[in-house]
């Protein structure tokens, strides 16, 4: 099983800020194989990023994934009100198919 | 647009089973597969298994296997998933997701969600 290991746990920023999540995989993905999604509390995830650096349609362009490999990286260039929530890394290349354990971006 | 709207919420004792339905619209349902993902109150994403709507393949994860059944009816483009034996550590949120029909690289669009609560 490929385990994902996001960090920060919780980041604490202002609006306005720059946000970088982390998320290392314990084996090599492929790119293609590489989400992102956002939670925000009572409402289902929704796909922020696919292929590593794919954004899904609608997702506002301050969101962006890079990385390969075992690293990956999820940046929201400013922070908007709305942007404060729970955000998912997954695995999809190998299963069963992973999440990390969630980054909370919470405002400061 | 693609909506998966799911069954409503189940309170269930231990010991007993649950079945909860995905209804899709908006696509062509044989052409995709389901997801199931749950999350325990307070916890993280934990993904259960994934069925092809357009063969019936699955995949479940390990320590569900023997436990859950995953199936779809495409008469009525639902997707349902049955989970037995249930314990108190069962209690979550249950999600459905839909993926791809063969290969899947993401969720792109989820349910609103059934909470499932398993108490005596």
């Known amino acids: 099983e490929i385990v994902l290991t996001q960090s920060p746990g919780t980041l604490s920023l202002s609006p306005g800020e720059r946000a970088t999540l982390s998320c290392r995989t314990s084996q090599n993905v492929s790119n293609t194989y590489l989400a992102w999604y956002q939670q925000k509390p009572g409402q289902a995830p929704r796909l922020l990023i696919y292929s590593a650096s794919s954004r899904f349609p609608g997702i506002p362009d301050r969101f962006s994934g890079s990385g390969s490999g075992t690293d990956f990286t999820l940046t929201i260039s400013r922070l908007e009100p709305e942007d404060f929530a729970v955000y998912y890394c997954?695995?999809?290349?190998?299963?069963?198919?992973?999440f990390g354990q969630g980054t909370k971006v919470e405002i400061k | 647009q693609v909506q998966l709207v799911q069954s409503g919420a189940e309170v269930k004792k231990p010991g007993a089973s649950v079945k909860v339905s995905c209804k899709a619209s908006a696509y062509t349902f044989m052409t995709f597969g389901i997801s199931w993902v749950r999350q325990a109150p307070g916890q993280g994403l934990e993904w259960m298994g994934w069925?092809?709507?357009?063969?019936?393949?699955?995949d479940y994860a390990q320590n569900l296997q023997g436990r859950v059944t995953m199936t779809t009816d495409t008469s009525t483009s639902t997707a349902y998933m049955e989970l037995r034996s249930l314990t108190s550590d069962d209690t979550a949120i249950y999600y459905c997701?839909?993926?791809?029909?063969?290969?899947?690289?993401?969720?792109?669009?989820w349910g609103q969600g059934t909470l499932v609560t398993v108490s005596a």
């Open positions: 069925i092809s709507a357009f063969n019936g393949d699955t």
């Open positions: 997701a839909r993926a791809g029909a063969v290969m899947t690289t993401h969720f792109d669009f």
């Open positions: 997954q695995q999809l290349g190998s299963s069963p198919w992973t």
